[in-house]
């Protein structure tokens, strides 16, 4: 009997056992799967939390600096095996809604500032109008060199100062400014260059018998503006910009060469990208100072259909720029006025065309009785001509400044005269 018991006792331990064993080894399991859990959800909490801080340190910045705040132009998430998930959905609608408003808000902030520039530039473009009627005023009235002289000098700065305006104005969607009539291209590139402080330096070696329509005179007279004051503003002083045409089967060409310091690769990338005039410009992102001078190309280029290169290598050295005018915008018209010795037309040219010296000598056909040239009144109001300033350096023609005022002096002196003279003889004709 006792033995019975113990091999029943016996068999009771063993179950006993056995079953400790089998729930050890279950529960030694679930542990570690409890442990694998744990560590995967430490993993992944840890990769979340990572993936939280890229999107504020790298993500996001990287959206607001992107040109159109797209969360296809940033970085993938940090940790690729999130993405798919839930989490990674939530991420990217935070990216999305994030580019959306910086989007909005950037517009609305460059439609502020561009509408108070605009506004600004107008009151400036206005202000330098009237400063110029009042100097061609004082200009008509004196006839002492040293004060035609001075006169000259305001004169160009005005013009520059007018130039400036009218740039940032069309930067921020004005239009050039007045419509003007067909004018031949040599003189369009004269009153471009009227407008450049270092307008001695540019030289102009052929003449054509092309002329640019009304509607784009004003916009090829600023572009070509910009273009030769970037020529001469990064070439040394000593140099001369050289002006040349290129006539082409769909248009005409304006090649304009310097012997300055070129342009990078990443230059030249940035400027043609601004020249193309495909992308809205941001003036928050045009430099300090503001570079505006290839931005304001661009934007004439894509309203008015020409276009401006500046990829080829000047054989000076410097750049090359070629303002390429398509036939769509080219006309061939008569001159209505002679031409002076220095080649270019004397009558009404685009903007502020140089007269100077080489200015007197085509009125000649208008003589009064006493044989006094006599000034074309019409002409003048027709367009306005503003004279290049009387500098130290010589003129183009070779005339000291000095030089220059003092002829236009006379010349004044000889016209009132003139019309003296006139009053007197049709006085005395009448009273006949």
Same mark, same amino acid.
Request: aromatic content about 4%; glycine content about 8%.
């Given at each position: ?36 859990? $744990? ?13 939280? $801080? ?43 809604? &994030? ?19 605009? +506004? $600004? ?12 009627? +009042? ?17 000259? %000098? ?97 248009? $005409? ?11 990078? +690769? ?27 001078? &290839? ?78 040239? %006599? ?15 009387? +500098? ?23 016209? %009132? ?16």
């Amino acid at each position: 009997m006792e033995q019975r018991l113990t091999v029943v006792a016996l068999w009771c331990l063993a179950v006993i056992l056995l079953a400790t064993v089998i729930l050890l080894v279950r529960q030694r399991r679930i542990t570690g799967g409890l442990r694998r859990r $744990m560590r995967q959800l430490e993993d992944s909490l840890r990769a979340r939390d990572e993936e939280v $801080m890229h999107l504020v340190t790298t993500r996001l910045p990287a959206l607001m600096e992107s040109r159109y705040h797209r969360p296809a132009d940033v970085p993938p998430p940090l940790h690729a095996r999130l993405s798919g998930t839930a989490y990674s959905h939530s991420l990217h609608t935070v990216l999305q809604l &994030f580019g959306e408003a910086v989007n909005r808000a950037r517009t609305r902030a460059e439609q502020t500032a561009k509408s108070t520039l605009k +506004a $600004m530039m107008r009151s400036v473009q206005s202000l330098a109008n009237e400063q110029q009627v +009042a100097i061609s005023t004082m200009q008509d009235r004196h006839d002492r060199p040293d004060v035609l002289e001075d006169l000259l %000098k305001i004169d160009h700065t005005n013009s520059q100062l007018g130039r400036r305006a009218q740039a940032t104005a069309v930067l921020c969607g004005s239009w050039p400014g007045q419509q003007r009539s067909a004018s031949p291209l040599i003189d369009v590139v004269r009153g471009a260059t009227s407008r450049i402080r270092d307008y001695l330096r540019v030289q102009v070696h052929a003449q054509v018998d092309i002329s640019v329509v009304s509607r784009a005179v004003e916009p090829v007279v600023l572009a070509l503006a910009e273009v030769l004051d970037n020529a001469a503003r990064h070439s040394q002083p000593n140099t001369s910009v050289e002006v040349n045409f290129q006539q082409a089967h769909n248009g $005409m060409a304006v090649v304009v060469d310097d012997a300055g310091v070129g342009m990078s +690769a990443e230059d030249l990338q940035h400027a043609t990208t601004l020249l193309s005039g495909d992308q809205d410009i941001d003036i928050n992102r045009l430099g300090d100072p503001p570079q505006v001078g &290839f931005a304001v190309i661009g934007v004439l280029c894509a309203r008015y259909g020409f276009t401006v290169s500046v990829d080829t290598r000047s054989p000076y050295g410097g750049v090359r720029a070629v303002v390429f005018l398509p036939n769509a915008l080219l006309t061939r018209t008569t001159p209505r006025f002679p031409v002076s010795p220095g080649g270019s037309a004397a009558g009404p040219a685009a903007g502020p065309v140089p007269a100077g010296p080489a200015s007197p000598p085509s009125r000649e056909g208008l003589r009064t009785a006493g044989g006094l040239p %006599k000034r074309r009144r019409r002409a003048v109001e027709e367009a306005p001509v503003a004279r290049p300033p009387a +500098a130290t350096a010589d003129t183009p023609s070779g005339r000291p400044a000095r030089q220059v005022a003092a002829g236009l002096g006379a010349w004044q002196r000889g016209t %009132k005269s003139g019309r003296g003279s006139t009053s007197s003889d049709s006085e005395g004709t009448s009273t006949a």
